[in-house]
């Protein structure tokens, strides 16, 4: 009966011994069209690389040419549609009358035309120092200044936010609005 076990343990113990053994495969035929030869590693657990047959990557310096850059760049905000220059004027024209609430109606409707525009932020900045709403004021005139982009409309806001600190007392948006107005 020993004998028996023996015999059977020997030969699962030759069964999983195949096993575990990487598995032959025959050589591939070269193929005569190929001019050149692949390359093959083998690793010592059995697996076959063939790497690609393109040369190696090579790194080199890349070359960045930056166009010339206008000094003042002008962004489409809006401005040169025609429903947007009318309420403007609507705007311009209510506000010399004094009719302070249609001027910043006006300016409001032109203002989700042209949301990037700084006219829009100085009128309603102007419309709110003359109803007295110096903080408003002040607010929309320095959200104007992040986009006005001649001298002459920062000079207005500023102007703006010069005398919004006037009337709240604060010196130190007065002496603010002082210094940027001598820079401009």
Same mark, same amino acid.
């Given at each position: 009966?020993? !004998?028996?076990?023996?015999? !059977?343990?020997?030969?699962?113990?030759?069964?999983?011994?195949?096993?575990?053994?990487?598995?032959?495969?025959?050589?591939?035929?070269? +193929?005569?069209?190929?001019?050149?030869?692949?390359?093959?590693?083998?690793?010592?657990?059995?697996?076959?690389?063939?790497?690609?047959?393109?040369?190696?990557?090579? =790194?080199?310096? !890349? $070359?960045?040419?930056?166009?010339?850059?206008?000094?003042?760049?002008?962004?489409? +905000?809006?401005?040169?549609?025609?429903?947007?220059?009318?309420?403007?004027?609507?705007?311009?024209?209510?506000?010399?009358?004094?009719?302070?609430?249609?001027?910043? #109606?006006?300016?409001?409707?032109? $203002?989700?035309?042209?949301?990037?525009? #700084?006219?829009?932020?100085?009128? /309603?900045?102007?419309?709110?120092?003359?109803?007295?709403?110096?903080?408003?004021?002040?607010? /929309? &005139?320095?959200?104007?200044?992040?986009?006005?982009?001649?001298? #002459?409309?920062? =000079?207005?806001?500023?102007?703006?936010?010069?005398? #919004?600190?006037?009337?709240?007392?604060?010196?130190?948006?007065?002496?603010?609005?002082?210094? &940027?107005?001598?820079? !401009?």
């Amino acid at each position: 009966m020993t !004998l028996k076990y023996l015999i !059977l343990g020997m030969g699962l113990a030759g069964l999983v011994g195949c096993q575990s053994l990487p598995e032959s495969k025959p050589a591939p035929q070269p +193929d005569q069209e190929k001019t050149t030869e692949r390359k093959t590693i083998r690793t010592p657990t059995g697996v076959v690389i063939h790497p690609y047959e393109q040369e190696e990557i090579q =790194r080199k310096k !890349l $070359q960045v040419v930056v166009p010339e850059q206008k000094v003042q760049q002008r962004f489409e +905000d809006g401005r040169s549609l025609p429903a947007f220059k009318k309420l403007m004027q609507q705007t311009q024209t209510a506000y010399r009358q004094g009719q302070w609430a249609r001027a910043e #109606a006006a300016a409001l409707q032109a $203002q989700r035309l042209a949301p990037q525009s #700084a006219e829009t932020y100085m009128y /309603l900045g102007l419309v709110a120092n003359q109803k007295k709403q110096p903080k408003n004021a002040e607010a /929309l &005139a320095r959200r104007g200044l992040s986009y006005a982009q001649t001298p #002459a409309m920062k =000079r207005q806001l500023w102007l703006i936010i010069q005398k #919004a600190g006037q009337l709240q007392n604060n010196s130190r948006s007065v002496q603010q609005a002082q210094q &940027a107005l001598k820079q !401009l």
